[in-house]
T-cell receptor
Framework: EPEVTQTPSHQVTQMGQEVILRCVPI?????FYWYRQILGQKVEFLVS????????KSEIFDDQFSVERPDGSNFTLKIRSTKLEDSAMYFC???????????FGSGTRLTVV | TQLLEQSPQFLSIQEGENLTVYCNSS?????LQWYRQEPGEGPVLLVT?????EVKKLKRLTFQFGDARKDSSLHITAAQPGDTGLYLC?????????????FGQGTTLQVKP
């Protein structure tokens, strides 16, 4: 079964540091997403990406966040200067724009100290 | 604000009992998806419904999309301990499974043997 792969599974970083979360979406999918889930809260949409550009972003996705698809397989989320409140599970997802729906990765647990 | 309210938030039942989880919104969605999420993992898609009134069955799980496409339900017949987990509903504005998803807060189900 094709899957979305995320690395690292856990990341601890100092406040103010930059982090890059990596994702390898399903190979024939064209739509890519990042979501986050703060402990005990809902899964929240951050950004969607299609055709090498952001198609939609939420209010959470401010100037500290950026996404990139540097090659044909990776999809990254960069947080430029992390804050304590960025601590959360970050999920990457991809979809093929068909009835099969969205596939989520297992997530990266980011802890900002 | 786009909201999806799930109820109940917690449910603890005995093996063999039936249960229904509800997902309600004031918004009309093009698709409604149900996911199951294990601790420390990403959401795993169970089903997608796209047509008002649509009913889909997955073994002992029955999913229904409301006629007005604002609500959905998940019914489990003869629950088993293996059904224990977090169930999430998510609404999308695209019937082709692209674009952002709005998640409910989840229903934690515990099935006791």
């Amino acid at each position: 079964e094709p899957e979305v792969t995320q690395t690292p599974s856990h990341q601890v970083t100092q406040m103010g540091q930059e982090v890059i979360l990596r994702c390898v979406p399903i190979s024939n999918h064209l739509y890519f997403y990042w979501y986050r889930q703060i402990l005990g809260q809902k899964v929240e949409f951050l950004v969607s990406f299609y055709n090498n550009e952001i198609s939609e972003k939420s209010e959470i996705f401010d100037d500290q966040f950026s996404v990139e698809r540097p090659d044909g397989s990776n999809f990254t989320l960069k947080i430029r200067s992390t804050k304590l409140e960025d601590s959360a599970m970050y999920f990457c997802a991809s979809s093929g724009g068909d009835r099969d729906g969205y596939t989520f990765g297992s997530g990266t647990r980011l802890t900002v100290v | 604000t786009q909201l999806l309210e799930q109820s109940p938030q917690f449910l603890s039942i005995q093996e063999g009992e039936n249960l229904t989880v509800y997902c309600n919104s004031s918004s009309v969605f093009s698709s409604l998806q149900w996911y199951r999420q294990e601790p420390g993992e990403g959401p795993v898609l169970l089903v997608t419904v796209v047509t008002g009134g649509e009913v889909k069955k997955l073994k002992r799980l029955t999913f229904q999309f409301g006629d007005a496409r604002k609500d959905s339900s998940l019914h489990i017949t003869a629950a088993q301990p293996g059904d224990t987990g977090l169930y999430l509903c998510a609404g999308g504005y695209s019937s082709s499974n692209t674009g952002k998803l709005i998640f409910g807060q989840g229903t934690t189900l515990q099935v006791k043997p």
